[in-house]
């Protein structure tokens, strides 16, 4: 499934490169000659976005021979160049500008592409072919994967928590699974009940998607839901192995759906806030009214390949970590500066609450509120088929 990806994005990059598209610094304004669809992709067979009417002023992002990625009110999507009124002292700008490799927005992902077969991570942390696997209470290791779970006991004074952590390298990216526990939006279970019925080493609270009402859900590829929702930050796993979180209001929905088309996305998380700034340093403000003392779970990205699962317990439940006393949780501020200290360029806070929870090697790592809540779905970690 994952070679398969990657070929489509490959052939996806190839195909709008080979438009010369043409990337504008300034706004270019252009009229419609005529009665003139735009479109999602640039093919006269895509989507149609919707028809505007001759003279429609419309904004060139990108410039191509065939075809322009424009922009008409919210909406951005692509008309046939020769249909276009552009000035020609624009039109000269516009030709001479840098040809863009990808007719998309796409942040946080670069031109990073594995080959097939090819290790996303530093395979230092696998075993060899020929080595049996690793197993114990903090560690798996095998040819594939590498997961060592860590625990500690934060402490800010009459806040305070046990806070588990996850460090996982993964060699291909299906091992990075988004796990139902029966069908999208129809059935719940404990954590433990989904981890074992799909072999999963490691698992936590995913982002409950099935519980809002709009926004993009991917899940191992498969668009489940591709409404707008510009409230939610959004957490997206391309395909390359590269995270990022697209805050809500630079998110472009259109761009979404055509990486989505193209196969460019493996996963989406639709919780939130993000957690870090674009340079990887802790928040102060968030796009969150649910900001105060919480059991909490969160994601970390390092680079393609290296990860980390966050889970943070709370609401009075007893320490494992220091017994006597008691889990209170983290607010968003002390779970964001919790993630820049381990060395995350992004993070993403995931579901939390009653559903925040821990699996790994077979049991519950974490001490959740009332024993946990049933779930729809977890992300999780598994073994990949070898290459």
Not at 199 to 211: F, K, P, Q, V
Not at 305 to 315: I, K, L, P, S, T
Not at 334 to 362: I, P, R, T
Not at 368 to 377: E, I
Request: aromatic fraction near 8%; charged fraction near 20%; hydrophobic fraction near 35%.
């Amino acid at each position: 499934m994952y070679k398969r990806l990657i070929a489509w994005a490959a052939a996806a990059l190839l195909l709008l490169g080979s438009l010369g598209l043409c990337l504008s610094e300034e706004a270019v304004t252009a009229r419609t000659l005529t009665s003139l669809k735009l479109r999602q992709k640039p093919s006269a067979s895509a989507k149609v976005i919707d028809t505007y009417k001759k003279g429609t002023e419309a904004t060139v992002l990108e410039w191509g021979e065939d075809w322009c990625r424009v922009q008409i009110g919210k909406r951005i999507g692509y008309m046939m160049t020769e249909y276009l009124d552009i000035p020609q002292d624009a039109l000269s700008a516009l030709q001479s500008a840098p040809v863009r490799d990808a007719a998309v927005t796409a942040p946080g992902r670069s031109d990073f592409r594995p080959e097939p077969g090819e290790s996303l991570c530093d395979t230092a942390y696998l075993l060899d072919e020929n080595q049996e696997t690793v197993r114990n209470e903090t560690t798996y290791q095998s040819p594939r994967l590498y997961i060592s779970i860590t625990s500690q006991w934060v402490d800010h004074g009459a806040d305070c928590a046990d806070v588990y952590v996850a460090d996982i390298y993964i060699r291909s990216l299906t091992s990075f699974q988004r796990l139902l526990a029966k069908k999208w939006k129809n059935g719940t279970a404990k954590i433990d009940k989904i981890a074992q019925a799909h072999g999963a080493i490691l698992a936590m609270t995913s982002d409950s998607a099935e519980n809002l009402d709009a926004g993009w859900v991917i899940m191992n590829g498969d668009v489940l839901r591709k409404t707008r929702n510009r409230k939610r930050d959004l957490c997206v796993l391309y395909t390359n192995g590269e995270m990022a979180v697209i805050p809500a209001g630079d998110l472009v929905h259109e761009d979404i759906a055509l990486l989505a088309e193209n196969g460019e996305i493996w996963q989406t998380f639709l919780f939130g806030p993000t957690l870090l700034d674009e340079n990887g340093h802790a928040m102060t403000e968030f796009n969150s009214t649910v900001g105060i003392h919480n059991p909490r779970s969160a994601i970390g990205y390092y680079e393609p390949g290296h990860y980390c699962f966050v889970q943070v317990d709370g609401r009075n439940t007893q320490s494992r970590l220091s017994p006597g006393r008691k889990n209170k949780g983290l607010t968003l501020t002390q779970l964001s500066q919790f993630m820049e200290s381990l060395g995350c360029k992004s993070a993403y806070n995931l579901d939390g609450g009653q559903s925040s929870v821990m699996y790994f090697n077979g049991k519950i790592v974490s001490t959740p509120q009332g024993g946990g809540r049933r779930l729809g779905d977890v992300v999780a970690i598994v073994e990949a088929d070898g290459e």
